[in-house]
């Protein structure tokens, strides 16, 4: 018998629970199925290894953040240059959702502050600190 395609075996599968003939074996559709549960098992296992990866690669760029604070309110803009010079592909996205993290769990305070532009124009923005130990 010649090897069969998943859409053959798939439709094979209809086709035999549909109360229908099926030429395929009973045994190679028991077969197909534990080669597909493998599968499944093993695309899980590296969705596993991918996102342990992604996470601990996270957590760096969170201590680097964290690191980079200080007692004196800086600007998200300010912290992303500093950062960039060790991680040069951060972005200011990237640093703002380490930031949210570090203040969701009480490690540093935000404030909105007055900052003048490259044109002279005060605009608002927010900025962080490490929350001092007083």
């Known amino acids: 018998m010649e090897k069969l395609t998943k859409k053959q075996m798939f439709e ?9 003939d099926v030429e395929i074996e009973n045994e190679a559709f028991v077969e197909f199925c534990q080669d597909q549960i493998a ?6 296992a590296k969705a596993k290894e991918r996102a342990a ?5 996270g957590d760096e760029l969170t201590d680097l953040v964290h690191s980079v604070l200080t007692d004196e309110y ?15 592909d951060v972005s200011a996205s990237k640093i703002t959702a380490r930031l949210t993290k570090l203040f969701n769990t009480g490690v540093i305070e935000k404030e909105q ?8 124009k005060k605009r608002k923005c927010m900025a962080y600190r490490l929350i001092s130990q007083d």
């Open 12 to 20: 094979g599968l209809i086709a035999y629970f549909h109360g229908e």
């Open 39 to 44: 599968d499944l098992d093993k695309k899980a």
């Open 53 to 57: 990866a992604k996470k601990a690669e």
């Open 74 to 88: 800086q600007t998200i803009a300010d912290i992303t240059v500093v950062v960039a010079e060790t991680v040069p």
């Open 113 to 120: 502050i007055s900052v003048e532009d490259s044109e002279g």
